[in-house]
């Protein structure tokens, strides 16, 4: 609700200025009813703008502590095609992705205020943006079929996009930067994807995963791109 205090205040003197300038003109003065007229409605276009940047914020989640976001169950199809299912924390059913690589990516928006914001109450807050899937080797990924999914709302003015263009003067915000996470696919594992005050992270659920992150060894060069594809991902 704190988002709508400014908003409404705003429009409600622009609603007051604009019903007196309306006066004005019934008693036929016509230059500050003029005047006042035109500052309301400007005041009440001011106020319909922050609203629909705060219900914008609103998709985002505050951050104030570890958050579970999301948990994924992944079906092995075929090599490097699996099938997940995703429970996001903010839905109720589960959704059912194809994904296509060797790895499953979570990345999120996140926007943090400054320390004065943090003190009238602004924590720090996320969005989840996008779903993908990754292959261990670059080579793969550049020659291979992608699979990139949206899994945000975006209704009124995006926010991340006005702090990104406007960020010299919003002065509230202290940083704002994409955070991603991603780990191996396997038959059966299941993980947990978790915002933290320093960005996403993954936990595993189940033996699966467990023994596939042990095993994991992202490549750095051609020697270890053939060495992880033969890793029990499949």
């Given at each position: 609700?704190?988002?709508?205090?400014?908003?409404a205040?705003v429009?409600?003197?622009?609603?007051?200025?604009?019903?007196?300038g309306?006066?004005?003109?019934?008693k036929?003065?016509v230059?500050?009813g003029?005047?006042r007229?035109?500052g309301?409605?400007?005041?009440?276009a001011?106020a319909?703008?922050?609203?629909l940047?705060?219900v914008?914020?609103?998709?985002?989640?505050?951050?104030?502590?570890e958050?579970?976001?999301?948990?994924v169950?992944?079906?092995?199809i075929?090599?490097?095609?699996?099938q997940a299912q995703v429970?996001?924390?903010?839905?109720?059913?589960?959704e059912n992705?194809d994904?296509?690589?060797?790895?499953?990516a979570?990345?999120?928006?996140?926007i943090?205020?400054t320390?004065w914001?943090n003190i009238?109450?602004?924590d720090?807050?996320f969005?989840?943006?996008r779903l993908?899937?990754q292959?261990t080797?670059?080579a793969?990924?550049?020659k291979?079929?992608?699979?990139?999914?949206?899994?945000?709302?975006?209704?009124g003015?995006d926010?991340?996009?006005?702090?990104?263009?406007?960020?010299?003067?919003?002065?509230?915000?202290d940083a704002?930067?994409?955070s991603?996470?991603y780990?191996?696919?396997?038959?059966?594992a299941?993980?947990?994807?978790?915002?933290?005050?320093?960005?996403l992270m993954?936990r595993?659920l189940?033996d699966?995963?467990?023994?596939?992150?042990?095993?994991?060894?992202?490549?750095?060069?051609?020697?270890?791109?053939?060495?992880?594809?033969?890793?029990?991902?499949?």
């Amino acid at each position: 609700m704190i988002w709508w205090i400014f908003p409404a205040a705003v429009g409600v003197l622009g609603l007051v200025i604009l019903m007196t300038g309306l006066a004005r003109f019934m008693k036929l003065k016509v230059a500050t009813g003029t005047t006042r007229t035109l500052g309301g409605g400007m005041l009440l276009a001011g106020a319909l703008v922050l609203a629909l940047i705060g219900v914008n914020l609103q998709t985002y989640s505050r951050l104030n502590s570890e958050r579970s976001v999301a948990i994924v169950d992944l079906t092995l199809i075929e090599p490097q095609y699996y099938q997940a299912q995703v429970k996001f924390a903010d839905r109720e059913n589960f959704e059912n992705f194809d994904i296509r690589g060797d790895e499953i990516a979570f990345q999120a928006r996140v926007i943090k205020w400054t320390r004065w914001a943090n003190i009238v109450g602004y924590d720090s807050i996320f969005r989840l943006d996008r779903l993908q899937g990754q292959y261990t080797s670059v080579a793969e990924e550049v020659k291979k079929p992608r699979t990139v999914y949206p899994v945000r709302n975006e209704p009124g003015i995006d926010a991340f996009e006005l702090v990104r263009n406007r960020g010299g003067w919003i002065k509230a915000v202290d940083a704002y930067y994409g955070s991603a996470t991603y780990v191996p696919m396997v038959d059966g594992a299941s993980y947990e994807i978790i915002m933290t005050q320093t960005g996403l992270m993954t936990r595993p659920l189940n033996d699966e995963a467990r023994t596939v992150l042990k095993k994991w060894i992202p490549p750095t060069s051609k020697a270890d791109a053939e060495k992880a594809s033969q890793l029990p991902y499949k």
